[in-house]
């Protein structure tokens, strides 16, 4: 699971709202052949995964969120998955900025 990967993903989710009737069973095969792939990835390396680089994490998060917003049916949740393109929780930067006032005194 990379970033590009989580970008398609996304990109489908877009798509799919702005258009919902165009190439729909172009996006299910896509689909479909993805969560496949993903399913794989994670039986393969889920272990070793809490060891990788940040980003491999959150690509990998991101990932699962995006494809249960995708196949609510197929990754059922407690909670409804995120992500990190449209959730602008993620964007509240005023809870971690410092001003430059601030660094001087």
Do not use: C
Not at 69 to 86: N, V
């Amino acid at each position: 699971m990379h970033y590009l990967e989580l970008d398609a993903l996304y990109a489908l989710k877009l798509m799919r709202t702005l258009a919902p009737a165009y190439r729909g069973p172009d996006i299910e095969r896509a689909l479909d052949a993805y969560v496949d792939l993903a399913l794989e990835d994670w039986a393969d390396h889920h272990e070793s995964l809490l060891s990788q680089h940040p980003h491999v994490i959150l690509a990998a998060v991101g990932t699962f969120g995006l494809l249960q917003q995708h196949r609510p049916e197929q990754f059922p949740d407690s909670r409804a998955w995120s992500d990190i393109f449209t959730d602008r929780r993620l964007y509240m930067t005023s809870a971690v900025e410092q001003l430059a006032s601030d660094k001087q005194n």
